[in-house]
């Protein structure tokens, strides 16, 4: 299996622009999870996903984020309009049976929004 | 609400010492615990987990730790530090929900000296 694969690696972009993000979870796994770390904040749950319907995004920082997993091999996170103080490394992650196997990490997006 | 806390955000050892790093979590149901480690500019990997049975848990790189439900805790150890172990090494939590979800310490960046 090759992971979690997240693209793009490095993703530059000006202020107002739209983001995208994207994750392809480990096959067979039923849980997806995107989270943002920053030095400020350290590792921050934004949203997490079960059989693709989404439980808990009350780590979304704002309306301007959004998450979307259209089917179990996929998932994207947008950031529109995008703005400086969201730059970060965006990580995807992905589980099964809740975890009791772990969790695997994508390499990580880093996002600079200049 | 399921918590971690990782004690020390640096923790500095001499090359060959004893390696210490703490974690105390709070849940209100049998957790699951992970450690994790970051090299700079890179991905989280799993060093080790403990879901059920045995407490002491062994990993990757010669790390071990073990559960202990009266303390709430779970720190990692190893015996004798090798320059390669620097690293921010991540304690996380999953349990408290159906779904899985992992929530992280604040994370610990270990130093070693030669």
């Known amino acids: 299996d090759a992971g979690v694969i997240q693209s793009p690696r490095h993703e530059v972009t000006e202020m107002g622009q739209e983001v995208t993000l994207r994750c392809k979870p480990i096959?067979?796994?039923?849980?997806l999870f995107w989270y943002r770390q920053t030095m400020m904040r350290g590792l921050e749950l934004l949203i997490y996903?079960?059989?693709?319907?989404?439980?808990?995004d009350s780590g979304m920082p704002e309306d301007r984020f959004s998450a979307k997993m259209p089917n179990a091999s996929f998932s994207t996170l947008k950031i529109q309009p995008s703005e400086p103080r969201d730059s970060a490394v965006y990580f995807c992650?992905?589980?099964?049976?809740?975890?009791?196997?772990?969790?695997?990490f994508g390499s990580g997006t880093r996002l600079t929004v200049v | 609400a399921q918590s971690v806390t990782q004690l020390g955000s640096h923790v500095s050892v001499s090359e060959g010492a004893l390696v210490l790093l703490r974690c105390n979590y709070s849940s209100s149901v049998p957790p699951y615990l992970f450690w994790y480690v970051q090299y700079p500019n890179q991905g989280l990997q799993l060093l080790l987990k403990y879901t059920t049975g045995a407490t002491l848990v062994k990993g990757i790189n010669g790390f071990e730790a073990e559960f202990k439900k009266s303390e709430t805790s779970f720190h990692l150890t190893k015996p004798s530090a090798h320059m390669s172990d620097a690293a921010e090494y991540f304690c996380?939590?999953?349990?408290?929900?159906?779904?899985?979800?992992?929530?992280f310490g604040q994370g610990t960046i270990l130093t070693v000296h030669p």
């Open positions: 996380a939590l999953a349990g408290g929900t159906s779904y899985g979800k992992l929530t």
């Open positions: 992650a992905s589980s099964f049976n809740k975890g009791s196997y772990g969790y695997t």
């Open positions: 096959s067979g796994h039923n849980s």
């Open positions: 996903f079960n059989n693709n319907v989404p439980i808990d």
